[in-house]
């Protein structure tokens, strides 16, 4: 039982670059999350799904998409990378709706030059 | 505004020492509180959960209290050892918004020395 996994680990990206992020889990869990964590800030949240077939837009989703073609994966795309996207992509997933603990993956370090 | 406030922002303390991290939140309405803990380059792994009617709870050496009435949170390790060198987050949850929205603080670094 692998958890939530992300791949990759680290990128480096020039502006205007695309790229995808993938957030896998083996826990069979409804709820999946990306967020960006930068310094002296609390994580925020990019986008959502409560469902395969389903995404919704967190707090901060400009600049990203995201897709569940597989309740198990969550995608981030960047379309067009910007210098502003540098930052750490946590993944997370959670069984249902209340009262469930958030399972973080080990994130992603991306740096857009 | 929904607001998680930790603080302080860095401490530093010698092996085998007590502390205390303080949060403070006006999050409303008020579902649950609970208290991560992130290592450097890794992902948040919860430590406790409390909801409204839970004071404090306990998980070895990590004892998190609650006072709803003041919306105040702390987090007390005891006898720290140098594993708990990490960052500590408060994080409450909000009702409603479809996704029982969290709102995370800032974290506390914390570092112990041998």
């Known amino acids: 039982n692998a958890g939530v996994t992300q791949t990759p680990k680290f990128r480096v990206l020039k502006t205007g670059q695309s790229m995808t992020l993938l957030c896998a889990q083996d826990m069979n869990h409804e709820y999946m999350y990306w967020y960006r964590q930068d310094p002296g800030m609390g994580l925020r949240l990019i986008h959502y799904s409560v469902g395969e077939g389903t995404t919704a837009k967190g707090e901060v989703p400009d600049g990203y998409n995201v897709s569940r073609l597989k309740k198990q994966n969550f995608l981030l795309g960047l379309e067009s990378a910007a210098p502003s996207q540098t930052s750490v992509y946590f993944c997370?997933?959670?069984?249902?709706?209340?009262?469930?603990?958030?399972?973080f993956g080990p994130g992603t370090r991306l740096t857009v030059l | 505004k929904n607001q998680v406030e930790q603080s302080p922002q860095s401490l530093i303390i010698l092996e085998g020492k007590n502390c205390t991290l303080q949060?403070?939140?006006?999050?409303?309405?008020?579902?649950?509180l609970r208290w991560y803990k992130q290592d450097t380059g890794r992902g948040p792994v919860s430590l406790t959960i409390?909801?409204?009617?839970?004071n404090t709870k306990s998980n070895g050496r990590y004892t998190a209290t609650l006072d709803a009435d003041t919306k105040q949170s702390s987090l007390h390790i005891t006898a720290s050892q140098l594993s708990d060198s990490a960052s500590y987050i408060c994080v409450v949850s909000a009702l409603g918004g479809g996704y029982n929205k969290l709102i995370f603080g800032a974290g506390t670094r914390l570092a112990v020395h041998p």
């Open positions: 997370a997933s959670r069984p249902g709706l209340a009262g469930n603990e958030q399972f």
């Open positions: 949060c403070n939140y006006t999050v409303s309405p008020f579902s649950n």
């Open positions: 409390m909801t409204f009617s839970e």
